[in-house]
């Protein structure tokens, strides 16, 4: 198992930025992919960014392409999410998932809320 802190969500105005970061409870060995969902009320959970923590290979949203950047710290096992020129329909609760090397269970983060304002 693998716990997964999330910290930096907030209140922004468009065209505003905010970052999140998630730290995971594993050692960067045994993590292989770590990355970002979102959701709003009444709505799935959907996927907006993640990164291979053995390549360091990203997928993005379109939603989110060339407006949010996924990174990781090398040296220990955290990710974060640069947003940038957030709008209003940016407004979600953001989670954090990490998926471990030989298995294939999603942990999940206790998630963190942004709320663009316009």
């Known amino acids: 198992q693998v716990q997964l802190m999330e910290s930096g969500g907030g209140l922004v105005q468009a065209g505003g930025s905010l970052r999140l970061s998630c730290a995971a409870s594993?050692?960067?060995?045994?993590?292989?992919?770590m990355g970002w969902y979102r959701q709003t009320p009444g709505n799935q959970r959907d996927q907006i960014a993640s990164?291979?923590?053995?390549?360091?290979?990203?997928i993005y949203a379109d939603s989110v392409k060339g407006r949010f950047s996924i990174s990781n710290d090398k040296a220990r096992s955290s990710v974060f999410l640069q947003m940038n020129n957030l709008r209003p329909n940016d407004t979600a609760v953001y989670y954090c998932?990490?998926?471990?090397?030989?298995?294939?269970?999603?942990?999940w983060g206790q998630g963190t809320q942004v709320t663009v304002s316009s």
């Open positions: 998932f990490a998926k471990l090397r030989g298995g294939s269970a999603v942990y």
């Open positions: 594993r050692s960067r060995s045994s993590i292989i992919v």
């Open positions: 990164r291979s923590m053995i390549g360091g290979d990203t």
